[in-house]
């Protein structure tokens, strides 16, 4: 499966994005899929993830109860609604997805097998 990642963009600290993450190829119906960000100099990090049925979310603690995850079968597409945006969410977002995985490595960077190319968001102050 194929994934292009969009949305990204120049806000100011309070504003919103919603990030779309796309797949072609093949169905979402199945894969779990995750948000995760890397900004210049960290390490990659996770943000938001949807498991495979698409009944249970989970988020960083940075972003919880600002950021909402949702999957839309029928369109192939999973959004990541970001609110309430912090210059520290400043960075490139990827999403990922894959078939297999089980709700306790949804977390986990290396168990997803299929990456989007990345959209930046820039938070200004």
């Known amino acids: 499966v194929q994934l292009q990642a969009s949305g990204g963009g120049l806000v100011q600290a309070g504003a919103s994005l919603r990030l779309s993450c796309v797949a072609s190829g093949r169905t979402f119906r199945g894969y779990a899929v995750a948000w995760f960000r890397q900004a210049p100099g960290k390490e990659r990090e996770f943000v938001a993830a949807i498991t495979r049925t698409g009944g249970g979310t989970i988020y960083a603690d940075s972003v919880k109860n600002r950021f909402t995850i949702s999957k839309d079968n029928a369109k192939n597409t999973v959004y990541l609604q970001m609110n309430s945006l912090k210059p520290e969410d400043t960075a490139v977002y990827y999403c990922?997805?894959?078939?297999?995985?089980?709700?306790?490595?949804?977390?986990?960077?290396?168990?997803?097998?299929?990456w989007g190319q990345g959209t930046q968001v820039t938070v200004s102050s």
């Open positions: 990922a997805a894959d078939s297999s995985i089980i709700s306790s490595q949804l977390r986990n960077s290396i168990q997803y097998d299929y």
